[in-house]
């Protein structure tokens, strides 16, 4: 069975996903696949390299206008030819399959990795013509398959297909005791209008006003613009002696396993990569109280949810958590369990191949 898989090329959790799937696809003997990415600014050859060092076979279409990415995917898909392709996230997921299309891929399968993703009319019913013509829609947790109903899109061909970490990489052995790590907060994702940096940056602001003045580190690349904004915030609110920008981050296991708190305050999300990582490297974790978030923390025993955009909210999760360390340690201990449970790649790694098998043979999905 040859698979290609479609994503973009900002190496984003979608991205990362794609990538666990063609890893996993390498260690058998049942399946050929290849990686295309479409051309983003934060498209680091350096991180190609890796992808080619690890042994996938990774190419790079342009991304500065659709027709091109459909018309330089096309090409390749012809001249592979594979069985299936595979378009994770909006709007990859468009073009990915309107090259499937030109060029005769038997089989088109669309991976939906966001809850609340920027569906014009016009798309949303590009999405919906082209959802007759794709076997299978993926949410990447329940509820993002539950939100591909909402929006209309068959629900015989929709199927719930959680994302995974590799464990390996949070080795117990490497985990540190919580009294060696840090006590400061930090979040580590990129910057864009998805999350929301800003509402934790004043959540810091509040606790400087009861005496608090834990550290801050933001760790991801992303949108400048979006970045300038944040440290702009930082400096209105004189939080600068505080907060830390890290920027791009290459080894985020070990920097998540010496740092107590983590939070992810966000918008929306499917299944947020960057929290399940957290959670295994035996962080205490706060997270906004959306969709795809909540499937990962259950309030009170694996982490503490609070209501979107909410700084006071937060700001009490935060202290609560900083001037409690049997609290923070209790629910980090808890997450890291859940984490070895329920959020390994492999299982991940297993469903995906079933799928793309029932595909491949023309079996119901859903």
Known sequence: M???????????????????????????????????????????????????????????????????????????????????????????????????????????????????????????????????????????SKGVRSRLLELGFPP???????????????????????????ACVIMVSRFGRQKDHATLVRALSLLAEKGLKPRLYLAGGGKKGVQRRIQDLVQRLHLGGQVTFLGSVGQIP??????????????????????????????????????????VIDDERTGLLVPEGNAEALAIALERLLTSPATASALAKAAREEAEAS???SEMQRRYEQLLVAVRNGVPVA
């Open 343 to 345: 959020f390994d790649v």
């Open 2 to 140: 040859r698979v290609l898989h479609f994503v973009t090329g900002g190496f984003s959790g979608a991205t990362q996903v794609a990538v666990d799937l063609c890893l996993a696809a390498r260690r058998t003997d049942s399946m050929d696949v290849l990686l295309v990415l479409r051309r983003k600014p934060s498209t680091d050859p350096a991180r190609l390299e890796a992808l080619r060092a690890q042994g996938i076979d990774v190419r790079v279409v342009p991304g500065w206008a659709h027709i091109a990415t459909i018309w330089a995917l096309n090409r390749i898909a012809k001249s592979w030819r594979p069985d299936i392709l595979v378009a994770h996230g909006f709007s990859e997921h468009l073009w990915g399959r309107y090259a499937g299309l030109l060029a005769g891929v038997p089989h088109m399968v669309h991976v939906e990795h966001n809850s609340r993703e920027r569906y014009t009319r016009w798309r949303l019913a590009q999405a919906l013509w082209l959802a007759r013509r794709t076997a299978a829609s993926v949410g990447v």
């Open 254 to 295: 070990q920097l998540l396993m010496s740092k107590q708190i983590f939070v992810l305050s966000t918008h929306y999300e499917g299944m947020p990569l960057a929290l399940t990582e957290a959670m295994a490297a035996g962080c205490a974790c706060i997270g906004t109280d959306v969709i795809g978030v909540r499937e």
């Open 156 to 182: 015989d061909r929709c199927v719930a297909i959680p994302n995974g970490i590799d464990l390996s990489k949070f080795s117990i052995g490497d985990l540190r005791p919580w009294a060696e790590r840090e």
